[in-house]
Structures are given as C-alpha cells and as structure tokens.
C-alpha cells in the first residue's frame, strides 16, 4: 500500500528546474515524506525526506503544503542524468522497521 | 570502500533448481532488505533482517528462505525455483542504530541480482 500518488510521468529540458508532485492526502502526524529515485538498471538511492517543513541538500529541496496532503520534489538544474524513476513514500519514523512502499513512481526524462 | 554488493549479477536456471542469492555489506548496517522488482508491480519487500540471526517475512516471502548468521551477509535462497521468480533481486541496508536524522530510514541498495527462471 504505497498511500500516495504520482503521475506516470514528465518531461523536463535540461538546465531546468524539474518539480515533481506527490499526493499522500491520507498521511498521519507521525509519517514522513521519503524521496527515492532508481536510475534504469540500477538499485534506489534515497534523494531526500522531510515532516513539514520544507528540507534541501545537495541534490534536490522537498516543499511540503501546510497541511501536508502534497509535496513536490525540485530538482532545481535538472541534468540527463536526472533522469530515472522518482518514488514518493510516506513513512512512519516511529514503525519498527520503517519498512519502505515502493508504487509506482514518476518517470522523469531530461532533454537535452 | 566496497559497500554493499550482489552475486552473482546475472543468473539463469531451471525450474525446480535451488539458487542461493549472495548479499554483503561492508558498513556493519543493523538492518538488511531483500526486494524484487517486476514489471507493473514495482518494488516489493520479501525478507528482512533487523540483526544477525533476526529474521522476518515481508510482504512476498512464498518460495524463499533467509538466513543472517553474520551482520555482513544475508543470503536469498529460493528453495525450488519456479518461472514466476523470475524478477530483479535488490538487497538493501539501513543503518537505523546510528541514531542521525537522516540515517534513521535511508536505506542503501545494491545493484541487484537479474534472475532468470527458465
């Protein structure tokens, strides 16, 4: 049960910012956003996480709406090498394995 | 820095034949994962490890077997291998013990085992 939504996929030129939206309108006050990205043939890589507040490092920023049913993954200068299969989790840090639902994802694909 | 690796990386085999899947880890990570990824199905957790000789089913865990003996490796085997294992086989870890914020739940994969079943 991946509790969230995605679009299939996007487009985005490269040198772009690409904004990637993730709808969890059933997320609880205990649940965190995880960001995960799978290049093709390769295993996820964790990308990003956050609670409410927005959250930035070194490969994207994560904005969370105030009521926290959406979010939205920046990837401010998107590259072709951005491109991969971004997955949007929600999670609950207090679970004893915070255990990781993969659904879908989106599909991002970088033009040059 | 070897991190975390799989072999063997490409594996065909029978059906009915029994196939061991090797995961290592170099980090000392409390927790390890096995997934497998299908077409249309996504990622989907089969066993898991919370420390060595801690075991638990995931969510897929029919027609496969886990041990942990040592905090670095954690082995897959399929006992009787059918066509519908035919799949990709990521391991994962997670270093939940370490206490940081940002460790808490990342989890790190390997490059994954593909795995013909013929």
């Known amino acids: 049960d991946a509790k969230t939504t995605q679009p299939p996929s996007m487009d985005c030129a490269e040198g772009r910012a690409a904004n990637l939206p993730c709808n969890h309108s059933t997320i609880s006050g205990n649940e965190y956003v995880y960001w995960y990205r799978q290049i093709h043939s390769q295993g996820p890589q964790y990308i990003i996480h956050?609670?409410?507040n927005n959250e930035t490092n070194e490969m994207a920023s994560l904005i969370i709406t105030e009521d926290r049913k959406s979010s939205t993954l920046i990837l401010p200068h998107a590259t072709l090498r951005d491109t991969a299969v971004y997955y949007c989790i929600v999670l609950d840090r207090g679970s004893t394995l915070g255990r990781l639902y993969f659904g879908r994802g989106t599909q991002l694909t970088v033009w040059p | 820095d070897a991190g975390i690796t799989q072999s063997p990386r490409y594996k065909i085999t029978e059906t009915g034949r029994q196939v061991t899947l090797m995961c290592h880890q170099t980090w000392s990570h409390s927790y390890m994962f096995w997934y497998r990824q299908d077409l249309g199905h996504g990622l989907r957790l089969i066993y898991y490890?919370?420390?060595?000789?801690?075991?638990d089913k995931g969510e897929v865990p029919d027609g496969y077997v886990v041990s942990r003996s040592k905090t670095e490796n954690f082995p897959l085997t399929l006992e009787s291998a059918t066509r519908s294992q035919t799949s990709v086989y990521f391991c994962?870890?997670?270093?939940?013990?370490?206490?940081?914020?940002?460790?808490?739940?990342?989890?790190?994969f390997g490059p994954g085992t593909r795995l013909t079943v013929l």
């Open positions: 956050g609670l409410k």
């Open positions: 490890s919370a420390a060595a000789d801690i075991t």
């Open positions: 994962a870890t997670s270093n939940r013990a370490s206490g940081s914020r940002r460790s808490y739940n990342e989890q790190f």
